[in-house]
């Protein structure tokens, strides 16, 4: 049978165009298809695209998920004991506390919160991809205002048009610049009136310090913080805002009810309980990523950009990035080249361990000996 189904070109016809034309979110490629495609062991990959945490769970982690028995109980779905937790370690109230399925999922609510169709959202690219992605996918209006040259953020142009928007999201540090925002910035987006949405993701790697503290002062702010990078739990999903209490109680209410699930709750729970172990695993981040800038600096045709999040952007010159990357790729060294057009040039390069350094460096210089070689 050839064609699509008379039924399916029916339904399709009720979908939202616009979402029939969007692209989609251009995910990493999980390591064990790589692995697949060159016929090598998944243990060889150097994986360093997806910022994740070379280090993984914390033992106490492992072992509360070995140990959990109750699986087969839905989770609690206003995360009292979660909340509860989080409130102790941060020293921020309960009541501005959300979980959810990874600060994506926090993202998503906050723009359910607070946009009606055609509602604008001021995006800075070059930084996450997600927001533009979920902007979109909400139905509202995406303005982009382009970051400065050094990737810092354009305050002039992004007061000229928010007046057009209700929702501003920035990252400190940002992906994948590894740029942070400064009080002064903060201020300044505050003082707009828009809802301005901090995302924190990689905050734990950087010297700036968390704007957490901050929500309690005004109205318009929100942060976001997640599990991911600094306790290694990407894959278990636990990410949370803090909000101001009156949108906590909104987003508890219009949150999928069970988001934060079993699983996630006992690790991120034992994560807490080993932070001191977690904490010093990112001080050896923070050392391998100046020791990985280093060796970056030392290749003659990458300049590696200075960075407080668990990755480094470097720009490429003379060689074709997205060329370099499938050079990598073909070693089974997998790196992310940024989707922006004003990154054509750069790959961003996760921070990985010493080993992972000394085989992508090796790498690198193989690559660098061929282009010579072949001029």
């Not at 206003?78 to 937790?85: D, F, I, P, W």
């Not at 057009?341 to 690559?367: K, M, Q, T």
Request: charged share 25%; net charge negative; proline share 7%.
């Amino acid at each position: 049978m050839t064609g699509r189904p008379e039924a399916d070109r029916d339904i399709r016809r009720l979908l939202r165009p616009e979402l029939e034309a969007m692209p989609g979110y251009e995910a990493i490629e999980p390591p064990d298809q790589l692995a697949r495609r060159l016929g090598i062991p998944p243990e060889r990959i150097v994986k360093l695209d997806g910022n994740e945490n070379p280090f993984g769970p914390s033992p106490k982690a492992l072992k509360a998920l070995a140990e959990y028995r109750d699986y087969h109980i839905y989770p609690d779905p206003l995360q009292h004991h979660a909340r509860e937790a989080l409130s102790l370690f941060l020293d921020i109230p309960f009541d501005q506390i959300v979980f959810g399925t990874g600060s994506d999922e926090i993202m998503d609510l906050v723009l359910r919160a607070f946009l009606a169709p055609g509602d604008g959202v001021i995006n800075c690219p070059p930084t996450f991809g997600m927001y533009p992605f979920l902007t979109r996918v909400a139905g509202a209006r995406l303005i982009d205002v382009p970051r400065r040259g050094d990737f810092s953020l354009d305050l002039a142009a992004i007061r000229a048009v928010a007046g057009e928007a209700k929702v501003i999201f920035v990252t400190s540090p940002n992906n994948p610049t590894g740029t942070v925002i400064s009080e002064a910035d903060l201020g300044a987006l505050l003082a707009t009136g828009l809802v301005v949405v901090v995302d924190e993701a990689y905050v734990e790697f950087a010297g700036s310090g968390t704007f957490a503290g901050r929500v309690a002062e005004g109205t318009n702010l929100i942060v976001l913080r997640t599990f991911s990078k600094w306790a290694g739990l990407a894959g278990l999903r636990v990410g949370y805002g803090i909000f101001p209490p009156s949108v906590a109680e909104v987003v508890l209410k219009i949150k999928q009810p069970y988001n934060l699930n079993v699983a996630a709750q006992a690790a991120m729970l034992a994560s807490l309980a080993d932070a001191e172990l977690l904490q010093e695993r990112v001080r050896m981040l923070v050392a391998e990523r100046e020791e990985l800038s280093r060796a970056l600096a030392g290749v003659s045709y990458l300049e590696p950009l200075p960075s407080q999040a668990n990755f480094i952007l470097c720009r490429t010159d003379g060689i074709d990035a997205g060329k370099l990357q499938e050079q990598l790729r073909q070693r089974g060294i997998m790196v992310r080249r940024p989707d922006a057009a004003v990154l054509r040039d750069y790959l961003r390069i996760s921070v990985g361990l010493p080993e992972h350094r000394r085989a992508l460096i090796e790498a690198l210089n193989e690559i660098g000996g061929s282009r010579g070689a072949s001029r």
